[in-house]
């Protein structure tokens, strides 16, 4: 075993969780309390990864490779010993060895390292654009509830091309190439046409087919 790699007990979801990202999770397996216990115990990290084939609950799913490394913040215990947890995604994370000889999976990995910037003038454009159109975005949404919001951005460029992606509805092998990708420009420029497509979706009103059910309360049979 190389001993530069991390051991790293891991919680394959069908979901993608982006670093920085948030998330609750409820968990009923006699394994994966064990794994989140143990966790908290000894305040170590876990780490979630998108299943690639398998189920979230029996047997140990087959996940992919890349996946976010995630922090306990709060836990509730319920009296027959589910847990609900909330955990804060840190970093991302690579397997390259994985043990299933226990309860849960456990994988042996590395750190993903993002590349640098090295066009200043091209990252200024598509930070810009990708500020611009997420902050109208949040607009559009909101102005339907009459809220006056502010969008207030990281100034990382990295970690506002995740928060992005985070808040953004995409099938979960869009979001795991995107968590899988380590150049922060190429990952916006992912970004923004699915965010022009968001805000078309968002510039049309919604319509809702109502049924008996829904009119039950104002409708009179006699």
């Known amino acids: 075993m190389n001993p530069e790699l991390e051991e790293l007990p891991l919680f394959p979801l069908n979901t993608v969780l982006f670093p920085y990202a948030s998330i609750q999770l409820h968990v009923f397996e006699d394994r994966y309390r064990e794994m989140v216990r143990m ?55 690579r397997i390259r060895q994985l043990d299933d000889s226990r309860p849960y999976l456990v994988g042996y990995v590395e750190p993903v390292f993002e590349i640098g910037i090295s066009d200043d003038s091209l990252a200024v454009q598509l930070m810009l654009q990708a500020r611009e159109e997420f902050e109208l975005l949040v607009q ?67 319509y809702y087919r109502i049924n008996t059910q829904d009119l039950s309360e104002w409708v009179s049979p006699n």
């Open 39 to 93: 966790c908290v115990r000894e305040d170590r990290p876990f780490g979630i990864v998108l299943i690639r084939s398998g189920g979230e609950v029996g047997e140990i799913a087959d996940p992919y490779m890349v996946g976010t490394a995630v922090r306990v913040r709060e836990v509730h215990t319920f009296e027959d010993g589910r847990l609900d947890i909330y955990v804060q995604g840190e970093r991302r994370f």
């Open 140 to 206: 559009r949404l909101f102005e339907r509830q009459e809220f006056d919001v502010q969008v207030v951005f990281p100034s990382d460029p990295m970690v506002l091309s995740f928060t992005i992606a985070n808040l953004l509805s995409m099938e979960n092998i869009q979001k795991q190439r995107l968590l899988e990708t380590t150049d922060t420009l190429e990952r916006v420029q992912e970004l923004l046409p699915i965010l022009r497509n968001h805000i078309v979706e968002a510039n049309q009103p919604n």
